[in-house]
């Protein structure tokens, strides 16, 4: 662990986002001495999540395990335990986090204590919240009129553009996760998918207003490659813009965008699904209303799917060892 120097008092980092965003965030964050709170999106209803959400009536646990395997101290055998997914007979495609997590919830009778005690036997370093503990369906409006209900399916859509994202039914967010915004010094809107794993989060009541009124510096870490499905043909000046549609101008201080390219073999296999490198716009970025920081942000690790696993995966993911310390750059200012 590195200690910040100088910092009698640990800083309080936030992130907010999904999954894998979350997971490559946290990583890095863990190694210093500070306290970090995951806040995890609850939208998700697609592979492993998405049939025990349905068949068992628990809450998606997919994007909270990924984030309580990242921030765990507890041995290797055991993070990947909790990683595993089954590759054949009736588990097949199913993650065994998951599974756990939904056992948990029945056992404890609330997702918030199931996520307590996984914690505790993965030893993680901060907290892992859920944003909401209410169910969260997403619904999609597109620019021709249609609507698509549920986050699998708006994050498969391919043939028209999204004109917002909206819940089906009101959800509050929860007391820990406003509590932990609120007394924040840092929060991080981590890079993912944008309208199905970080916009949702914005959606529960009281999410926006506490990111209006907390005094912790916002920071929000663009994409590195489009998703047609969502974002196409986006820059980076887009993902902000669309950020600040749901949150509101000048509430976002800082916006990390990442300037290196990507191999000509990996910029290839994104072309054949018609995705690409977000370019950094920076002359549309250009404003008084929030900072601009750039650098060399990939990771040079090129990430291999489970053959078991049956949703798509970005290959291509920021470093979090660059991450976090462009995070702390901000917190210690």
Request: hydrophobic share 40%; aromatic share 8%; with cysteine.
């Amino acid at each position: 662990m590195v200690k910040l120097m100088d910092q009698a008092i640990k800083k309080k980092i936030v992130t907010i986002g999904g999954g894998t965003g979350n997971f490559t965030v946290l990583s890095g964050l863990k190694k210093y001495d500070i306290d970090i709170s995951a806040i995890v999106n609850m939208a998700d209803d697609g592979g492993s999540t998405g049939v025990l959400r349905h068949e068992l009536g628990v809450l998606p646990s997919g994007d909270i395990r990924q984030c309580l395997v990242a921030l765990s101290e507890a041995p290797e055998v055991l993070r990947d335990l909790f990683l595993y997914r089954f590759g054949i007979g009736g588990l097949a495609g199913h993650n065994f986090g998951n599974i756990f997590l939904g056992a948990l919830e029945k056992v404890t009778n609330r997702f918030e204590d199931a996520v307590l005690v996984a914690g505790k036997i993965l030893n993680i370093k901060g907290k892992v919240i859920p944003v909401t503990v209410e169910p969260m369906v997403l619904l999609a409006e597109y620019e021709n009129g249609k609507t698509l209900k549920g986050q699998s399916k708006i994050a498969n859509y391919k043939k028209h553009k999204i004109k917002k994202v909206v819940l089906e039914n009101e959800v509050h967010t929860s007391y820990e996760a406003i509590q932990a915004i609120l007394e924040s010094d840092l929060v991080v809107l981590t890079p993912g998918d944008l309208y199905t794993s970080l916009i949702p989060n914005f959606l529960s009541f009281g999410m926006t207003e506490a990111l209006r009124r907390t005094k912790a510096k916002i920071v929000y870490v663009v994409n590195l490659m489009t998703k047609r499905a969502e974002t196409h043909a986006f820059g980076a000046y887009n993902f902000v813009e669309e950020v600040e549609k749901y949150l509101g101008v000048n509430v976002i201080d800082y916006v990390l965008v990442n300037t290196a390219s990507p191999s000509e073999e990996i910029a290839d296999l994104y072309k054949k699904e018609n995705e690409h490198f977000v370019s950094p716009d920076l002359d549309k970025i250009g404003n008084t209303r929030y900072k601009i920081i750039t650098g060399d942000l990939i990771s040079q690790i090129v990430f291999e799917k489970n053959p078991a696993d049956k949703l798509k995966r970005s290959i291509l993911r920021h470093d979090s060892d660059k991450l976090a310390r462009a995070l702390l750059n901000l917190v210690l200012l």
